[in-house]
């Protein structure tokens, strides 16, 4: 990494930040603040491609660092590889499509909502571009004012709950995950003899003889907070209600955006930090991965509220990347940040379409719905393209993205059987998981295409003759999302090469290690509960 005259890392970050103190002092006018929070969010998104090309052109990895409080070992330092480059790049475009999506769903209160909305996206590319753990931990804690806030002023009949259950859940992930930091630190220390929470330094604990016991239980410790805010099964519960309650862009967010910092901790934190740790533990993230994809689309297929539907079908397709993860290979690790990004822009695209949905009729049950594609014919077209992207067609963003992670679970040597307490161990062995998972793409084409039968086909109520189809920023917002689905569907080339020479560095020490002598996991298993091997 190299230092740049330019900030350029902390003006990502600091812009949105410094245009939500704006919104303070601007009046009241609902025309002013569409326009500023436009250009704003636009002018953020243009800065990180410039930024962006400016960086890997001229072959840079920009790194800010600066004193801050020197003797507790903190400071302020930011830095980007091609991981972290990829996902800031998401969330600028997102919250681009998010602001526009805002100008026909959003309609009191207006200087706080954009205020909200421009302090999240501060928060969230601090914890894409944080290079100090104390720094990362800071603004992962950030997020979660705007985000409660944002929700509960804006969102339905059931906000407040929607709000307080989301926060109880991250905090509750967020002890484990500062117990997980508070033991990595003091570790460190003694053996480097000075205080640091650098992630350069960190990084190395596993080789300065960290213990694979004391591994496994920081992982696990990093692991809850991100398996959370994924989410995954068990911990998923806080998201259908989140998603339920919040406004459409706020929807789009949380789905496009909130759900990949969980995906990328864990890459980043867990398996980046802890190998052995992660290659015990793999066997059980890869069941949990097919039980997240399997569970939640049959729960998806279950459901009459449509914004319901889709959201259990965003946590089902993260299972996906859990899935890619424990294949500990390059492939796989490839195809899990290929569907954080896919799964992103297909998200977000199917959440705009119930909202644009659900400023014209009120309603999100599909049992009130038919009909709607004779009225809303742009709509239909895109939430056929959309949907389709979504199930894995061939040429739409969804299908490289979940082949990468099937192709790279089928090679994997990860593990032949899960090592199971007493001793024993259950015959599965990650190709026959990853076949059980292949059964939530046809779980996915089901539910999905019900979902438009019954929506846009067949007769339509009297009372919905009169709809009327979608305005030019809808046209906008789907438009510009159904562009990337549709590019990186047929050029998966143009995302992939950004990311994948680091992120098959992360997974190099794996590919070596499924090569060596294999640990025995069950017998770190007795060791963690007691029990005997």
């Keep these: 990494m190299h230092s740049l005259p330019v900030p350029m890392l902390s003006i990502l970050v ?15 006018d609902r025309k002013l603040l569409n326009t500023f929070s436009g250009v704003t969010s636009g ?3 243009v800065l990180s491609v410039i930024f962006w090309l400016s960086s890997t052109r001229a072959g840079i990895y920009p790194i800010e660092t600066h004193a801050w409080l020197s003797e507790l070992g903190i400071s302020y330092s930011m830095g980007v590889d091609n991981l972290s480059w990829v996902l800031v790049l998401l969330t600028t475009f997102l919250v681009f499509m998010a602001v526009i999506a805002s100008f026909t769903t959003i309609d009191k209160r207006l200087r706080l909502y954009y205020s909200m909305l421009f302090t999240l996206t501060g928060a969230i590319l601090g914890v894409f571009l944080a ?9 992962w804690e950030l997020e979660l004012i705007p985000m409660y806030l944002l929700i509960a002023i804006w969102g339905g009949p059931r906000r407040e709950y929607a709000a307080i259950k989301f926060v109880l859940y991250t905090l509750f992930g967020s002890v484990f995950m500062l117990a997980a930091i508070l033991g990595l630190f003091f570790y460190t220390k003694a053996m480097l003899g000075f205080s640091t929470f650098d992630f350069t330094h960190l990084s190395l604990a596993h080789t300065f003889g960290l213990p694979v016991t004391a591994q496994v239980l920081m992982f696990l410790g990093f692991f809850i ?3 959370i805010k994924l989410p995954m099964v068990p911990f998923h519960t806080w ?3 989140a998603h339920v309650e919040a406004p459409t862009p ?6 496009g955006i909130l759900l990949k910092m969980g995906a990328y901790g864990m890459l980043r934190f867990c398996f980046g930090w802890f190998p052995e740790a992660a290659t015990i533990l793999a066997p059980y993230l890869v069941l949990f991965g097919v039980i997240n994809i399997l569970y939640t689309a049959g729960v998806a297929l279950a459901q009459s509220d449509l914004k319901k539907l889709i959201a259990y079908s965003s946590v089902s397709h993260m299972g996906f990347v859990l899935l890619g993860l424990g294949a500990l290979n390059a492939i796989g690790f490839n195809g899990a940040v290929f569907q954080m990004i896919s799964h992103g822009l297909i998200s977000a695209g199917l959440f705009m379409i119930v909202g644009t949905i659900y400023t014209r009729t009120h309603t999100r049950e599909i049992a009130e719905m038919g009909g709607f594609g004779k009225v809303m014919p742009t709509v239909f077209c895109f939430a056929l393209l959309i949907s ?7 040429l739409l963003a969804g299908f490289p993205a979940e082949t990468l992670v099937f192709y790279g679970a089928f090679l994997s040597k990860a593990f032949h059987s899960i090592p199971w307490f007493g001793g024993g161990s259950l015959p599965f062995t990650i190709q026959s998981l990853t076949m059980c998972a292949a059964v939530g793409v046809i779980l996915g084409a089901a539910y999905l295409l019900w979902m438009l039968a019954r929506v846009f086909n067949g007769p339509i109520f009297p009372k919905w003759e009169t709809l009327t189809d979608a305005v030019p920023s809808e046209v906008f917002v789907l438009g510009c999302l159904s562009l990337f689905i549709i590019g990186f569907g047929i050029f998966p080339n143009w995302v992939a090469w950004q990311f994948e020479s680091d992120v098959s560095a992360m997974a190099k020490p794996y590919e070596v290690t499924q090569q060596a002598a294999r640990p025995a996991p069950i017998k770190m298993i007795a060791t963690l509960t007691g029990g005997q091997h």
Aim: aromatic share 22%; glycine share 2%.
């Design 14 to 28: 600091f812009f949105p930040l410094l245009a939500a103190v704006m919104f303070a002092f601007m009046p009241e």
């Design 43 to 45: 002018a953020l998104f």
């Design 131 to 139: 290079r100090d753990l104390f720094l990362f931990f800071l603004f």
């Design 225 to 227: 907070a991100f398996a």
């Design 239 to 241: 998201l259908p209600d």
């Design 250 to 255: 706020v929807s789009m967010l949380l789905a």
């Design 388 to 394: 389709l992207a979504s199930l894995g067609l061939p």
